[in-house]
């Protein structure tokens, strides 16, 4: 009996030390990912010479700089400027914004201060002042009991931070601290979707480390992996995109919390039972290399990939959290990363369509170019606390070209957001820009959308039938150049309509040719599109035969960061921008447009070019295509004929995007694509000759097929 208790109690020992030893092993992982001295490393250097600062509301982007060496500076201003309450004369402790709420400055002093205090060989080391600091900005924390109206401060973001500071300064926190740090603590609660749930999650792991309850931090751990999936409503999708609020791609925003969290979470549960499994791992490198590796062009992040979240130096900053994030999950998928998306020395090329998203990407290795676009089936941008003010047409086909990634950064306060390269819309200088339906998100009445690549080049499609405006669109993507196509525009409005070409940064000469000769160029002057030819800063416009003018601009531009973001103040900026657009008049009946984009273009290039080499057989409601390299590629969006040569003829009886190559005067290969993702089967005939195969089925719908040409039907 005696030697049975003994037992027992010997269990019980053992049994509650072992929480504690895998606690003790979390903490110490916190310390290594916050505290310890990588100033050396290359994304270090580059984090210190490109600190995004305090004032930016994105959570990813505050947690990019909570990870910047200890700066005395503001220590010692943060010492010194402390009101006896323990408050700060320049937080604004009363605002009421919902996206950039100055209070949670508060917060993110005490991490830096309580970083300073536990970091060895730092100055303010274990320093009495700046420990004094420390008790007194908690207690007043704890004592105001603020809150912001966005809930998401309240249950995500000051817990998230505090919690991380609650950790690390854990051995000396008194009694009291304790307490009020679990109570902030517990107003994360597990629950909601995709990165909410990952969050919240998280929050939850914090409180249970600081109450040595590793259940529940084994709890809050399984939620969290949980999402370490794909395929399902919200999360990681099965073309590798990132959806959250709906089926709405979310690469920089929610997507971009996700891996980044992650990354975290996968260092913090390091060499314990909590640690990621090899598949988990996997499923993380796989959303770097098949995602986020398309969308990070000379170390920025695509624009139509950024959602609603676009601040100053958005692009930068958020593919530096990117590069941290792959650091700390592979080595071996950073270093591919790094030599691809962080550099000029990019060997990541190819063509991708994400078809859950209606987004598309082509790589080559001097340029980049992204198109985003929406339907009924995707939803195309958002508008949420006093984010993204004027991104009402940002999924209405915007092309954006990249050459050194500069073309649009931080272009945002001085854009025509009417006028987004690519787009086809009403011009109205008058009217306040449409915010998106809160209620019925989904602003273009189609789902004729969609892609096709054959890895290399490809083409996308886009009705777009939005506010009255309609217009059939076409993009194909090569390797010097995208062939651009619109046709079928009219609307019911007495608004003039226009189609935008480019809006960029001003860099350098604008050169206006007609054919190989030279012709003047005026700002703000209309051009007849016929042969016309425009250069600027290495990129080479080219027209075919268009109806309307072309306007051409370089002027000063004079803009607002307040008026896209809220949380910025109301100062004027200025710059140069360089644009070209298309004016189709008011109330256009049936109009159509056609032209090419050539990055790496000068001026003997431009003038010289071969466009023969992309043939245009059909612009038309029925069908658009080109044909390049005896390939051709074409939309088609109702059953039509079309000769692609005098010996062949393809009766098509399926709309949707077709890849037809041709060799020596025979059909080789056909590729399809349903762009509605509705449809089971595609049909046509080739010669008189009929031809049927079955569609992928389920979450695979609108990918390529490859239609046999050997079952003659």
């Known amino acids: 009996m005696k030697i049975s208790f003994l037992i027992v109690l010997l269990f019980v020992s053992i049994s509650n030390m072992f929480p504690k030893s895998e606690i003790s092993v979390v903490k110490q992982n916190f310390q290594k990912i916050y505290l310890d001295d990588v100033t050396g490393s290359p994304l270090m250097r580059e984090l210190v010479q490109h600190q995004p600062g305090f004032i930016i509301s994105d959570r990813v982007v505050m947690e990019l700089q909570q990870r910047v060496p200890f700066d005395r500076d503001r220590i010692e201003r943060y010492i010194k400027n402390l009101s006896k309450d323990g408050s700060w004369a320049d937080i604004n402790y009363n605002d009421t914004k919902r996206s950039g709420w100055d209070p949670r400055l508060h917060p993110e002093r005490i991490l830096e201060m309580v970083k300073a205090f536990m970091s060895p060989g730092v100055e303010y080391y274990k320093s009495p002042a700046l420990e004094k600091t420390i008790h007194s900005a908690m207690d007043y924390w704890f004592k105001a009991g603020l809150k912001c109206s966005n809930w998401y401060y309240n249950e995500i973001g000051v817990p998230r931070t505090l919690g991380t500071a609650f950790i690390l300064f854990d051995e000396y926190l008194t009694a009291d601290e304790r307490v009020n740090a679990v109570r902030i603590m517990e107003n994360s609660k597990f629950g909601m979707t995709g990165q909410n749930k990952v969050w919240l999650a998280g929050n939850v792991m914090m409180r249970a480390v600081l109450q040595n309850d590793l259940n529940l931090v084994k709890q809050a751990r399984d939620i969290i992996v949980s999402e370490i999936t794909k395929g399902g409503l919200e999360g990681i999708k099965d073309d590798w995109s990132f959806h959250q609020h709906g089926p709405q791609q979310q690469f920089g925003n929610y997507g971009l919390a996700y891996i980044y969290t992650m990354s975290l979470f996968s260092g913090i549960f390091a060499d314990t039972s909590l640690a990621f499994s090899n598949e988990q791992l996997r499923i993380l490198s796989t959303l770097l290399t098949e995602g986020y590796q398309w969308i990070i062009w000379n170390g920025k992040m695509d624009i139509s990939a950024l959602g609603r979240q676009l601040f100053s130096s958005a692009p930068l900053h958020k593919a530096l959290s990117l590069a941290f994030a792959a650091n700390s999950l592979s080595g071996d998928v950073s270093s591919i990363l790094m030599s691809n998306c962080f550099s000029d020395d990019n060997s990541f090329v190819g063509h991708k369509h994400f078809w859950q998203s209606d987004y598309t990407v082509s790589r080559r290795h001097d340029w980049m170019a992204t198109l985003k676009m929406s339907s009924q089936r995707v939803i195309?941008?958002?508008?949420?606390?006093?984010?993204?003010?004027?991104?009402?047409?940002?999924?209405?086909?915007?092309?954006?070209?990249?050459?050194?990634?500069?073309?649009?950064?931080?272009?945002?306060?001085?854009?025509?957001?009417?006028?987004l390269p690519g787009v086809t819309a009403y011009l109205d200088d008058n009217s306040p820009m449409p915010q998106p339906d809160k209620k019925d998100k989904y602003t273009n009445r189609t789902n004729f959308v969609g892609g096709l690549s054959d890895g290399k080049n490809g083409i996308s499609a886009m009705l777009l039938r939005k506010d009255g405006l309609s217009a059939d669109k076409f993009w194909f993507f090569a390797d010097s150049a995208i062939v651009c196509f619109g046709t079928g525009i009219e609307s019911d409005s007495t608004l003039q309509v226009v189609t935008s070409i480019e809006q960029c940064w001003e860099k350098g000469k604008v050169q206006v040719y007609r054919g190989a000769e030279p012709i003047s160029f005026k700002e703000g002057a209309e051009y007849d599109m016929n042969d016309l030819k425009i250069l600027h800063n290495g990129l080479g416009y080219l027209f075919f035969q268009n109806e309307g003018k072309c306007i051409i601009d370089a002027a000063k531009v004079k803009g607002n960061w307040h008026d896209i973001m809220q949380m910025y103040p109301e100062e004027t900026v200025s710059g140069n921008v360089f644009s070209i657009y298309l004016n189709h008049g008011k109330c256009p009946e049936n109009v159509s447009y056609s032209y090419m984009i050539i990055p790496g273009a000068d001026s003997d290039l431009l003038r010289n070019f071969n466009r023969d080499a992309y043939c245009i057989l059909s612009n038309d409601r029925n069908i658009?295509?080109?044909?390049?390299?005896?390939?051709?590629?074409?939309?088609?969006?109702?059953?039509?004929t079309l000769d692609l040569s005098v010996s062949v003829s393809v009766n098509f009886l399926t709309a949707g995007l077709y890849r037809i190559e041709i060799h020596n005067g025979k059909v080789y290969s056909v590729m399809y694509s349903d762009p509605t993702q509705q449809l089971d089967t595609v049909s046509f005939l080739i010669n008189n000759r009929k031809f049927t195969s079955q569609l992928p089925i389920g979450v695979m719908k609108g990918t390529v097929v490859h239609v046999s040409l050997a079952n003659k039907k």
Do not use: T
Request: aromatic share 18%; net charge negative.
């Open 624 to 640: 658009q295509s080109v044909i390049h390299n005896d390939v051709c590629w074409a939309a088609v969006k109702n059953p039509s």
């Open 380 to 419: 195309g941008v958002e508008s949420l606390n006093g984010d993204n003010m004027r991104g009402y047409y940002m999924a209405d086909g915007a092309l954006y070209v990249y050459k050194d990634s500069s073309e649009y950064y931080d272009i945002f306060p001085l854009w025509d957001w009417r006028r």
